[in-house]
């Protein structure tokens, strides 16, 4: 059993957009209120800055050069990383086709490309949040008996975000810690604990 931390965010809005000027818009606005941002042309490129400096949220255009917000939100859903992120597609299609597969790939939240200053900075202030670090961690190496039983103990222990995934070498458990929280091997190597972050 091997457990991994995701690394401490550093970017709080990921905004992949392959129009200037509404890229660089939405970015002053965000700016201003204190947000630090990052911005991306097209699909790739937004993979690529993920990577690196994995963000708190993610604005994605639906239709970009290269890959679609659909299969973006893919990638970065299964992602360890960035699985956490909250995702919104800006898209002027609303329709029900869209959003059943937004929702399909990982996508909170479509929001309409005209939408106002007001509630974009609403919904990024419910999200983006600084105090009392979030911790996501991968718990791997399991048997599917092991990853079914561990489900039940974060479930039972305030954890989200849940998932489980088949990879090489076993099952992965994917988890998002109770604020304040970090996730921990207990003394009997086989079990779990949540430690403070700090000590």
């Known amino acids: 059993m091997r457990i991994q931390t995701v690394p401490s965010d550093t970017v709080d809005v990921l905004i992949a957009e392959d129009d200037t000027l509404t890229?660089?818009?939405?970015r002053l606005l965000l700016e201003l209120r204190g947000y630090l941002c990052a911005?991306?042309?097209?699909?790739?490129?937004?993979?690529?800055?993920?990577?690196?400096?994995p963000p708190r949220c993610v604005l994605l255009d639906l239709v970009m050069p290269g890959l679609d917000s659909f299969a973006v939100a893919h990638r970065l859903r299964a992602d360890l990383r960035t699985f956490m992120a909250h995702i919104h597609c800006l898209t002027e299609l609303q329709s029900r086709w869209v959003r059943e597969q937004a929702q399909r790939a990982g996508i909170e939240e479509c929001l309409t490309k005209s939408v106002d200053g007001h509630s974009l900075?609403?919904?990024?202030?419910?999200?983006?949040?600084?105090?009392?670090?979030?911790?996501?961690?991968?718990?791997?190496?399991?048997?599917?008996?092991?990853a079914e039983d561990m489900l039940d103990w974060l479930e039972n222990h305030s954890c989200t975000g849940l998932a489980v995934t088949n990879e090489e070498g076993g099952y992965a458990v994917r988890c998002i810690c109770p604020p304040g929280f970090r996730l921990d091997q207990a003394e009997d190597n086989n079990a779990l604990r949540l430690v403070r972050t700090g000590t």
């Open 121 to 146: 900075l609403e919904i990024v202030g419910s999200e983006v949040k600084r105090e009392g670090e979030v911790k996501a961690a991968v718990v791997s190496g399991l048997t599917k008996t092991q």
């Open 23 to 26: 890229r660089q818009t939405l």
């Open 39 to 53: 911005e991306a042309r097209d699909g790739r490129q937004a993979l690529a800055l993920a990577r690196d400096q």
